[in-house]
T-cell receptor, first 120, second 113 residues
Framework: GAVVSQHPSRVICKSGTSVKIECRSL??????MFWYRQFPKQSLMLMAT?????????EQGVEKDKFLINHASLTLSTLTVTSAHPEDSSFYIC????????????????FGPGTRLTVL | GESVGLHLPTLSVQEGDNSIINCAYS??????FIWYKQESGKGPQFIID?????DKRQGQRVTVLLNKTVKHLSLQIAATQPGDSAVYFC????????????FGKGTMLLVSP
């Protein structure tokens, strides 16, 4: 089955530093990837849609300059949390949509295992 | 710490029981729904989906029921097992392009041996 990986799985950093999280589709090509943030005991909130070769589309309230997204290839999207602060501590999850599939159903969108970010 | 008002509904069942997890939606035009399972520290996993032209859809040990009249859907898990313990989310497309998802609040299912 389609697999999406994230790296790192956990990261602890000091306040003010930047952290890069990678999302890779391992056995399929993904023209579109999605980045979500999830706080403890809460639901997933879509942050942005990452499109290969073009600028990401950010959801309302998500700072573009704070959360830099790069989707440089059909198998890799990166999320960089710049100048991280403790309130950025969260579980970041990516998902990828298989470019080979089309149509109606969502079972072509696959989620990564998540990255736990802790900012001290 | 946890903010006041934030609460993840929890359903506790015994192994072997049937579990029913509910989800309400507000948009009467919504025509496609997905259930996801999220185990602790992991990403969501697709369970089953349903289109609005159906009232019921069955999978392996799971059934999703859709009641469009009251804008409600449920996920039924038969013979619940400890491995079913997780948070369950319903989700639906955010727009007509079906390119992005919005997730419900989630329900934590705890299965006791």
């Amino acid at each position: 089955g389609a697999v999406v990986s994230q790296h790192p799985s956990r990261v602890i950093c000091k306040s003010g530093t930047s952290v890069k999280i990678e999302c890779r589709s391992l056995d399929f090509q993904a023209t579109t990837m999605f980045w979500y943030r999830q706080f403890p005991k809460q639901s997933l909130m879509l942050m942005a849609t990452s499109n290969e070769g073009s600028k990401a589309t950010y959801e309302q309230g998500v700072e573009k300059d704070k959360f830099l997204i790069n989707h440089a290839s059909l198998t890799l999207s990166t999320l960089t949390v710049t100048s991280a602060h403790p309130e950025d501590s969260s579980f970041y999850i990516c998902s990828a949509r298989d470019a080979a599939t089309s149509g109606y159903s969502y079972n072509e969108q696959f989620f990564g295992p998540g990255t736990r970010l802790t900012v001290l | 710490g946890e903010s006041v008002g934030l609460h993840l509904p929890t359903l506790s069942v015994q192994e072997g029981d049937n579990s029913i997890i509910n989800c309400a939606y507000s948009n009467s035009a919504s025509d496609y729904f997905i259930w996801y399972k999220q185990e602790s520290g992991k990403g969501p996993q697709f369970i089953i989906d349903i289109r609005s032209n159906m009232d019921k859809r069955q999978g392996q040990r799971v059934t999703v029921l859709l009641n469009k009249t009251v804008k409600h859907l449920s996920l039924q898990i038969a013979a619940t097992q400890p491995g079913d313990s997780a948070v369950y989310f319903c989700a639906e497309p955010m727009n007509s392009g079906y390119s992005t998802l919005t997730f419900g609040k989630g329900t934590m299912l705890l299965v006791s041996p």
